[in-house]
């Protein structure tokens, strides 16, 4: 198993190398990433190449047994690059060119820049394809990450016309396809069309809609260009990588992974100004996304937050033991590897407060020796962890066009696709139920329970499965606001919910969006939620049931007595609709019954504790920073893996204690 660290040689004195290198064996380093931002140092100036630093942190390293991540620089286009071509550059949606100061700063859309990356990435492909020592790569940095996904410059407007002309082939089709007759929008040469650029309205939400497929595929593109370069100049056994960033950017992840050998993920569960991490079920979904991607394959955390993160506010401390809880909740969930980010907090730039494995001192601490147990306790075990089958119970739909289509019509101003879609992961995760991200290239096979929170953006061909999934047997939970839209985001002529009116069994005439403050209120009336009381936010769904049976109702407004959760039988199997923002008592009754019904595994623990299987493996996480906790354990006798204590019965985990159970 591969532990490491993320190291940036270029920032520090050549002296201090070999000290580090001697910290990063004691500590039990096997593996560094390194070069991401190396641009500058590699190619000083256009066409001459200089690989003679990395060349030495490489040879110290690995003369020292560290293998090595090379990440290739695109992410920082030199200065001298952007001086002779400026129209590398990104603009806003104001129209404004942005400037160079930071990273990121490239449209991708720029085909000056593509001859550029094309150049840097072949010429470090071929000096460092074929070391021995250096066993994959790292494409660019965060594609899309702090607002870089999209650009609304003159060469991505030309490039968003030859998108959508190879699309819809005649203006005739995209016409009918946006609905551009609606306030006499109707293009009749294809260089009419803009980008999204800020308007004293809204723009069309389908145009919206296709830009932002256009921005995904034109990252998806990019990123080929990269490693198609790789490929043709690097042994067949340097995986490819990039590490992603899952927030509702316009980035297709399970596009771009076609063309990696795995998928990389940036984990910080706290970052500058938050004052304490965000939920454990956050964390958790984020690793599902990763797992996902590459439809169930095991990942790398290519940055493992191991100090406060921050540019100008940091955040929140990690307290004794998060980093330790962190790295088990990671390799509980598929990750194969862990590089902590980073290993010394630099004295100088913009992320000179992101504190690492060591503060700016450069002396081992608490967190150097926290590290440490981390790698030990892993010795003996950790490979045949992470080789043991996650087999999830249930899934949750997550669908990144889904996602665009509710960040462009929010409707609410209380909504929060980020948190809507937690609010129905979260249930899940609180009763230890083992989960999948899916989307419509998913299979649903072998799944107990199918969650499709928030399905604005109906999909046919993942509604035809959710259909034969249902009619076999399979449980289906739909939440409000599910088949509004098609495709193209035009909403339905039909009834609500559209085309999953037969499987739900309801319709829906109207419905309510509530704003911040407002709420209306839930009573529960059937089954587990007879008796139990929720406000009801963000939406109101007003149900009438045609085949389904109530499982509760309104208690305010003139729709008092209106049914907001309803269950129906479709085929063999069963499909409950979800009307508003239940409050997480109720909802989690409600998936307790329906784990139940569904025969899923449910392993019960008191808030804030997270517990995994993973074949003859159990990993247990207390989240809580001052409240110790107790587990009933499954049936069977288990072995601490660290210190091949015998255990049965009962476990107790004090404040942030994550455990590694084995069963005999």
């Known amino acids: 198993m591969y532990i490491g660290v993320d190291y940036y040689p270029e920032q520090w004195p050549e002296s201090r190398w070999p000290e580090d290198v001697t910290l990063m064996k004691e500590l039990g380093v096997n593996v560094v990433r390194i070069a991401e931002f190396g641009w500058q140092l590699m190619e000083p100036e256009e066409g001459r190449y200089d690989f003679s630093l990395y060349d030495r942190a490489i040879k110290l390293l690995t003369e020292n047994g560290i293998k090595v991540v090379l990440g290739t620089p695109t992410a920082t286009p030199p200065a001298w690059l952007i001086q002779k071509h400026p129209e590398i550059l990104p603009t806003d ?179 500058g100004g938050l004052a304490e991490p965000v939920s454990p079920s956050a964390i958790a979904h984020q690793h599902d996304l990763c797992r996902g991607t590459k439809n169930g394959k095991g990942y790398w955390v290519m940055e493992e937050l191991s100090g406060a993160q921050g540019w100008s506010k940091i955040g929140y401390l990690p307290r004794p033991g998060h980093i330790k809880l962190w790295t088990y909740q990671a390799i509980s969930r598929g990750a194969e590897a862990i590089v902590y980010f980073r290993w010394r907090a630099a004295h100088f730039g913009t992320e000179e407060f992101c ?83 899916v989307n419509s290239r998913s299979s649903l096979e072998g799944y107990k329970v199918v969650f499709v929170p928030i399905y604005f953006l109906e999909n046919p061909i993942f509604t035809e499965k959710l259909k034969r999934y249902a009619e076999n047997g399979g449980t289906v939970v739909f939440s409000y606001r599910s088949g509004v839209k098609k495709p193209n985001n035009f909403v339905t002529g039909q009834t609500l919910p559209g085309e999953l009116t037969e499987m739900t069994g309801i319709t829906i005439n109207e419905y309510e969006s509530l704003q911040t403050g407002q709420q209306n209120k839930v009573n529960g009336v059937k089954g587990s939620l007879s008796g139990l009381e929720s406000a009801a936010t963000v939406w109101c769904d007003l149900i009438d049931p045609v085949t389904a049976e109530v499982l509760a109702e309104y208690d305010d407004c003139f729709y008092k007595g209106t049914a907001a959760v309803t269950k129906n039988k479709y085929g063999k199997g069963t499909v409950y609709y979800i009307g508003t923002a239940l409050e997480e008592t109720m909802l989690t009754a409600l998936y307790k019954e329906i784990f139940q019904e569904a025969g899923a595994e449910i392993i019960e623990t008191q808030n804030g504790v997270e517990v995994v299987r993973r074949e003859k493996f159990l990993s247990a996480m207390n989240h809580s920073v001052d409240r110790p906790a107790e587990i009933a354990l499954p049936e069977g006798n288990y072995i601490d893996c660290a210190t091949n204590q015998k255990i049965k019965g009962a476990l107790k985990l004090a404040p942030l204690a994550s455990i590694l159970l084995k069963k005999e």
């Not at 100061?101 to 000056?112: E, K």
């Not at 409707?411 to 083992?434: C, G, M």
């Open 93 to 271: 949606e104001n129209g404004v060119q942005i400037s160079f100061g930071a990273r990121r700063h490239y449209t991708v859309n720029s085909r000056i820049f593509h001859e550029y990356t094309k150049k840097i990435v072949t010429e470090m492909a071929m000096h460092y394809g074929q070391h021995p020592d250096i066993i994959g790569w790292q494409t660019d940095n965060e594609y899309g990450h702090e607002k870089s996904d999209r650009s609304y410059g003159e060469e991505d407007r030309q490039s968003f016309q030859a998108w959508l002309e190879k699309k819809y082939g005649t203006l005739d089709q995209l016409n009918e396809n946006w609905g551009t007759v609606f306030w006499s929008q109707t293009y009749t040469d294809w260089s009419q069309i803009p980008v999204p650029r800020k308007v004293l309205q809204e723009h069309n939400p389908s145009l919206l809609l296709d830009f932002d497929r256009f921005c995904a595929d034109a990252y998806t593109s990019y990123n080929k260009l990269q490693t198609d370069c790789l490929r043709e100049n690097i042994r067949d056994d340097q995986f490819l990588t990039h590490n992603f960033v899952y927030t509702d950017q316009a980035i297709n992840q399970w596009d771009m992974a076609e063309d990696l050998d795995y998928v990389s993920y940036d984990n910080y569960p706290v970052w």
């Open 355 to 437: 504190h690492g494995i060591l503060d700016h001192d450069g002396i081992p601490k608490r967190k150097y020796n926290e590290v440490k147990e981390v790698i030990d306790s892993l010795k003996e075990h950790g490979d045949d962890w992470i080789a043991s089958k996650y087999e999830a119970q249930a899934a949750v739909y997550y669908d990144t066009e889904n996602a665009w289509a509710w960040n462009i019509q929010p409707q609410s101003s209380a909504f929060s696709h980020r948190q809507e879609l937690l609010r129905h992961y979260t249930p899940a995760h609180k009763l230890n139920v083992a989960t999948d991200a």
